[in-house]
């Protein structure tokens, strides 16, 4: 299994800005995928996930994020998105995505997003 995230950038507060995780791979060798970050100096956080294996894509989402963050997928293209609206400094990170079942055993390389005016 593969994971390649792109789409970050530079974005000024109250700003938006869309990852993208594109997935390869045998999807029976994990049910769900998660959108991580960590920011300098602090540890991982798991920003939010979505299973892939069900039907009806549950998601779930950090507290920090919660009605900001949108995480959705498009089986078609094997992709997840991240969509971050209402973007604050201190979402200013390394977003990383990641697939697995129990634990998260794939990672993708991650992509940088810097909240500045």
């Known amino acids: 299994v593969q994971l390649q995230a792109s789409g970050g950038g530079l974005v000024q507060p109250g700003g938006s800005l869309r990852l993208s995780c594109v997935h390869s791979g045998p999807t029976l060798d994990f049910n769900g995928i998660a959108w991580f970050r960590q920011a300098p100096g602090k540890e991982r956080e798991r920003v939010g996930c979505i299973a892939i294996s069900s039907s009806d894509g549950r998601t779930s989402y950090a507290d920090s994020v919660k009605g900001r963050f949108t995480i959705s997928r498009d089986g078609a293209k094997n992709t997840v998105y991240l969509q971050m609206n209402s973007l604050k400094p201190e979402d200013t990170a390394v977003y990383y995505c990641?697939?697995?079942?129990?634990?998260?055993?794939?990672w993708g390389q991650g992509t940088l997003v810097t909240v500045s005016s």
């Open positions: 990641a697939a697995g079942s129990r634990t998260y055993d794939y």
